[in-house]
């Protein structure tokens, strides 16, 4: 690369950058001068205006109350005085035109015109209109083009000189520092070069670095060596634990598992399940430190295991190879060190004051001749989820739970096709006041599957919760409740409904939930107090500040909400307490269970009475009976929602009950 490419490169974009800024600077100079020229120019006028109407107020007075034509002769000669004036009338009190005075002088300039009201002693006796000669901005700027042309030539001229003499200020210690690296052979001992510096401003201070920088240079490259290797072990094992993280846990399995042996193994996956929770609980930090605490667990209490690793953020791996040449002995084994596994990690764990429950589930997969290693993770992956699915702690990888897994996976694809072929369709059941009419309905989902047939929510609601589906089918209901509350507008029977709609918590956490539910309503203009939005106790255990904030966004624009399930949580008289609900739905296994245990017709009385008293609605769910009824419109309940009234219906069903 020749020096000489780059020679006069920074004089030149200075020099253009200066020209540009004098430039800009001159003309906003000279457009502000014209500006306020004008500006003045049209005040003087003004100025005019009120004066000749001052000076010669008693000529004009005098000229009204006698129409005397000396006067108009005089007044005419006075007003010839002020040449800027082309144009003058006087009209009297009934606006009728008195006397004209109009310039002798053709000039054909810019006017300006402005009205000046007429007084005398006090009293109003009519109003003139002025017409001024002004110059225009074009005349303005001919009269002053040659000066402007010359200061900006002189500041031009100056700024081209300056800029020059600055610029080559910068260039020349950059060529030379240019020239000077160039020469340099980085493969040498760098210290051994040092670049002379003469100057003591910013390009003294480059020079010093760049002098500095050739000092590091041998350090740089001893530490580089060194962050290689850290970054090797970075690779390979978890940063929090010490243990091996995913990568290097399945390249060591790589190696184990080339020999083909008979013996069978045994790998758990292990999963604190509950750690979402403790870390809105209690905190990351705390979250971070029960992680380490349980993996000094693991390495302490199992240090007899092959291989033990990190590989997701709760997740644990123990890997136990050659156990035994016969199955049925390793399943044994399997099963103890299992069942130490969820005895020793699930005790409480005291961190800094606070006493934290684990929440442990464990997958297993017994193998022998398997060279995947990426195969079994997903074998005891598929029986850990599907342990957590049954409310099992320990499962063992087998056929049920892999079928299970392929069964969520083409449920979750079928789901897709629904969405996009309308297989979806919304059943409603009707909700009853105390005067047994309907005031509102419930929206139940149903997935009319082609192969299949009719499947009720429990076959794949929670399924769709473990992805973003759950997301797209609440988006879907709540289009589907806007169009059906449209539908019904006119109807004299069902105008007054309203309709609830289960929100889950990945929808209703989603930032722009209200503002997508809102532009629904406005798109199908519905009364938002049409809709109620039903939510459980699990959605407020992420970030209740945050759930209050939507909560209070939704009731600002007249959303319902509705506590569902309530009282099968452990926080819900505080759930009463901070959010703005406007119902309460008594969980259906209180009204179920209420003539086989006499608590829950305490609870159910309890509940009601509480209501009352926060001014919540509040409507029992899970009615069957008719003696269910009877004995909740005895303990105060108002409204009502099972089987007694009503099953789940279709639009066309609900329709027929008018």
């Not at 019904?488 to 539910?517: E, G, R, T, Y």
Request: aromatic share 12%; hydrophobic share 40%; net charge negative.
């Amino acid at each position: 690369m020749q020096i000489s490419t780059y020679k006069g490169s920074i004089q030149q974009k200075f020099i253009k950058a200066i020209f540009l800024l004098v430039c800009t600077v001159v003309l906003s100079g000279y457009v502000a001068f014209i500006s306020w020229y004008v500006y003045n120019q049209k005040q003087n006028r003004i100025f005019l205006a009120q004066n000749v109407t001052k000076v010669l107020s008693q000529d004009f007075v005098r000229l009204i109350l006698l129409d005397d034509i000396n006067t108009a002769t005089d007044l005419t000669t006075k007003l010839q005085a002020f040449k800027q004036i082309k144009k003058v009338v006087l009209y009297n009190k009934e606006k009728k035109t008195i006397f004209t005075y109009v310039t002798p002088e053709k000039i054909d300039t810019k006017e300006l015109e402005t009205t000046d009201k007429l007084y005398y002693h006090g009293e109003y006796y009519g109003k003139l209109d002025f017409t001024f000669k002004v110059e225009s901005v074009l005349e303005i700027i001919l009269n002053d083009l040659l000066v402007f042309i010359l200061l900006l030539i002189f500041f031009l001229t100056i700024s081209l000189l300056l800029a020059r003499r600055y610029a080559s200020h910068f260039s020349k210690p950059i060529l030379y520092l240019v020239n000077f690296l160039e020469k340099i052979e980085f493969n040498e001992d760098t210290k051994r070069y040092n670049i002379e510096n003469n100057h003591d401003d910013e390009i003294g201070k480059l020079y010093e670095e760049i002098n500095f920088m050739f000092m590091k240079m041998d350090d740089f490259i001893e530490q580089k060596e060194k962050a290689q290797e850290q970054l090797s072990f970075i690779k390979q094992y978890d940063a929090l634990t010490g243990l091996l993280n995913k990568n290097g846990l399945i390249k060591t399995l790589q190696k184990v598992l080339e020999k083909d042996d008979i013996n069978w193994n045994i790998m758990f996956y292990i999963k604190l399940t509950n750690l979402k929770n403790i870390n809105h609980a209690h905190g990351y930090q705390h979250g971070d430190l029960l992680l380490r605490k349980l993996a000094k667990n693991i390495t302490e209490n199992f240090f007899d295991s092959d291989l033990s690793a990190r590989i997701g953020i709760g997740d644990f791996i123990l890997y136990y190879q050659n156990m035994h040449s016969d199955k049925h002995s390793t399943l044994s084994k399997a099963q103890d060190i299992a069942d130490a596994l969820i005895s020793i990690l699930s005790n409480k764990i005291e961190i800094d004051g606070k006493n934290i429950q684990p929440e442990i589930h464990v997958g297993i997969d017994i193998f022998n001749h398997e060279q995947d290693p990426l195969k079994i993770l997903q074998h005891t992956n598929i029986a850990l989820e599907f342990g957590r699915e049954k409310d099992q702690k320990v499962v063992y990888f087998d056929k049920e739970n892999e079928n299970y897994a392929k069964n969520a996976f083409n449920i979750s694809e079928g789901l897709l096709i629904a969405l996009k072929e309308n297989q979806l369709e919304l059943f409603y059941q009707p909700q009853y006041n105390k005067n047994n009419h309907i005031f509102a309905l419930e929206a139940l989902i149903r997935w009319r599957h082609p192969e299949f047939g009719l499947l009720t929510p429990y076959k794949f609601i929670p399924i769709a919760e473990r992805t973003d589906l759950i997301i797209d089918i609440g988006d879907w209901v709540i289009e589907a409740v806007c169009k059906q509350l449209q539908k019904w507008k006119d109807d004299p029977h069902a105008k007054d409904w309203i309709i609830s709609i289960n929100v889950s918590a990945k929808q209703f956490h989603k930032d722009d939930f209200v503002a997508n539910l809102h532009k629904k309503t406005k798109q199908y203009k519905i009364d938002p107090r049409k809709i109620k939005l039903e939510l459980l106790e699990s959605l407020f255990i992420e970030d209740q500040d945050k759930v209050a904030v939507k909560m209070h966004e939704l009731k600002a624009l007249n959303f319902k909400l509705s506590l569902d399930d309530f009282g099968t949580g452990f926080s819900s008289l505080q759930y009463l307490k901070i959010f703005p609900l406007d119902q309460i739905k008594i969980d259906q296994s209180f009204v179920m269970n209420m003539f086989n245990n006499e608590k829950d017709i305490k609870i159910i009385k309890s509940i009601i009475y509480l209501g009352s008293l926060l001014e919540m609605e509040v409507i029992a769910e899970g009615v069957e009976e008719k003696e269910h009824y009877e004995k909740l419109k005895e303990l105060g309940c108002k409204y009502f929602q099972g089987y007694y009234f009503a099953k789940p219906q279709t639009v066309t069903q609900i329709n027929s009950l008018n």
